[in-house]
Each structure stands twice: as structure tokens, then as C-alpha cells.
């Protein structure tokens, strides 16, 4: 049987899922729903959301968005706005591709200077 690789978070990796768990939870009891509804809404397990509302660091990202967005917890909005906007998604979608277009294509390490002064 294969080893488990032990990943290191750092700290603020481990807090941010930490408060998107307590965020996707508060947001769940407030609209009345149980876990098994909400997993069943996400097509996911019972115990992977509560892996996602306590924290855990392990799981599909994708599903702890779409829990996020079934329970209406604002990840990628402005403040201040009541629901999602697909536009401002898109907006911030192309803003990022333009920077990326100004970006190397690749990352290298610069290469070491020849110290060739005897």
C-alpha cells in the first residue's frame, strides 16, 4: 500500500479554510439545512462537508465552492452585494489574463553570473 505524502500547510492556508468552513456552516444553519441536504444538493458526501466546515484541508476544491455558492457565501464578489454576479467573475477573469499576457511565459531561476575577475 502506497505512503500518504504529509503535506505542510502554512498557517494562514490552514486559517483561511478554517473561516470558509465556519462561513459555509453559519451560512447552512441559517437557511435551515442539514448537512445530508446540503451534501445531496453538492452531490458529495455527508462527511466531506463536515471535513470542509471544520477546516479540513483535504477534498476537491471545487466542491467546497459549490458548497460555498449553494449556501450563498460570497468567495469572489464585491462587498457588499446580495448575490453573485457572473459578470464580476468575468471581469476579474480578464483582468487576471491581462496581467498574465504581460507575464513570461515561463519562470526560471536567473542564471549565475560568471565571476571570471582573477
Known sequence: MPRKKVRNYSLYTKEACR??????RNARKEKRMTI???AERASTSPNFVRRVEKGGLT??????????FIVGVPLFQPE????????????KISEALQKEALLPQSAR??????????
Open 19 to 24: 473561516l470558509l468552513g465556519i462561513l459555509i
Open 36 to 38: 445530508e441536504e446540503l
Open 59 to 68: 477534498g476537491e476544491i471545487g466542491v467546497a465552492f459549490e458548497l460555498a
Open 80 to 91: 457588499n452585494t446580495g448575490t453573485p454576479n457572473p459578470k464580476y467573475l468575468n471581469y
Open 109 to 118: 531561476k536567473p542564471r549565475e553570473t560568471v565571476k571570471d575577475d582573477f
